[in-house]
């Protein structure tokens, strides 16, 4: 059974956030709030973002994006995760398995693309503020979260259609909370070289090339800032990149970790590669509204006045 799409089993078990049966309903009360916390802060600004006229910009677009693909992406895992804890099941179906995989693959690199994405934002804004309307038209921005979206929507297909292909031939514990890639392979009995190579070549380019141009990008802006002449201005220039740079410091360290460090199967191994997993699909789209609206002036005030119940649609605009 070296290949194919034939497997004999129907469903998978998950490893789960913890063995340990006195840490399931603690468990199970975090990642509740956590999720609830998560959906309702990032619906929550682009609820802001799209009444209030004055955040009908590119920055704020993506911003509104990224929050949608947050939500998203922290859905695909932690309600099956929080009912496997609830009806103290660990199994998921094998169909269920490769939807999961996919829509994860999908959201997550969304997420990546669209960090890259309002990178370039933040560097067309600052080292060439003349044409920034010109290059960052509403259909530009349009267009470029189009493409974020089939880009990812494409990877995410290969790497289903190649954990598809292969088979499994008994009931496996899955070394994770969720169907992702490195897990399955660990547990399938076919030959996976394919996979993993397209994994490292593939997975690596989808992470390691947003990576370097979210560098780049800022080399420049910091470059294009040191040539501020007054504190305040170079103030002001850094104070509208600090909470897109913490957000990446975040994101990208933890993917990282946990795609680009293989570890091994043991026990503290998998409590590892869980920990990092959380980091990435629920701690990081949990801060992402706190750490953007925090920092944000313009944001905390279309935030006060949705709370209030203040807000009205533009329209037109």
């Known amino acids: 059974m070296a290949g194919g799409n034939q497997t004999s089993i129907l469903e998978f078990l998950l490893w789960g956030l913890s063995e340990r049966p006195e840490q399931q309903r603690i468990l199970f009360l975090l990642f509740l709030c956590m999720y609830v916390v998560t959906v309702t802060g990032n619906l929550l600004i682009v609820l802001a973002i799209g009444t209030d006229a004055r955040l009908h910009t590119p920055m704020y677009f993506f911003l509104a994006s990224l929050s949608c693909a947050d939500i998203l992406f922290t859905s695909t895992t932690v309600p099956k995760a929080l009912v496997n804890i609830q009806t103290q099941s660990r199994s998921i179906s094998y169909a269920g398995c490769l939807v999961q995989l996919y829509f994860f693959l999908t959201f997550g690199d969304m997420d990546i693309f669209l960090l890259a994405t309002m990178a370039y934002d933040r560097y067309v804004a600052i080292c060439h503020p003349l044409h920034y309307k010109i290059v960052m038209s509403r259909q530009r921005c349009t267009l470029l979260v189009t493409a974020c979206w089939v ?8 790497h289903t259609f190649l954990i598809f292909r292969l088979s ?12 992702d890639l ?14 993993e190579l397209v994994l490292l070549f593939l997975g690596g380019a989808v992470i390691l090339i947003p990576f370097i141009l979210i560098l780049v990008s800022y080399i420049h802006i910091v470059s294009a800032i040191l040539r501020v002449p007054s504190a305040q201005g170079r103030h002001k220039a850094f ?14 360290g933890t993917v990282i970790r946990a795609y680009l460090c293989p570890s091994s199967s043991s026990s503290n191994s998998i ?6 997993a959380v980091m990435y699909t629920v701690v990081t789209p ?9 920092r944000n002036k313009d944001m905390k005030c279309a935030l006060a006045r949705c709370l209030r119940g203040k807000v009205f649609f533009s329209l037109g605009q």
Do not use: R, W
């Not at 499994?168 to 169907?179: R, T």
């Open 151 to 158: 880009l990812t929507s494409l990877v995410a297909m290969t």
């Open 168 to 179: 499994f031939c008994s009931k496996k514990i899955i070394p994770d909370f969720f169907c």
């Open 182 to 195: 490195g897990p399955l392979m660990k547990v399938s009995c076919s030959d996976t070289q394919v996979n």
């Open 239 to 252: 104070s509208t990149c600090g909470s897109h740079l913490a957000v990446v410091a975040l994101f990208f």
């Open 271 to 276: 409590e590892e590669d869980t920990a990092a």
């Open 286 to 294: 949990l801060l992402n509204p706190f750490i953007y609206s925090l």
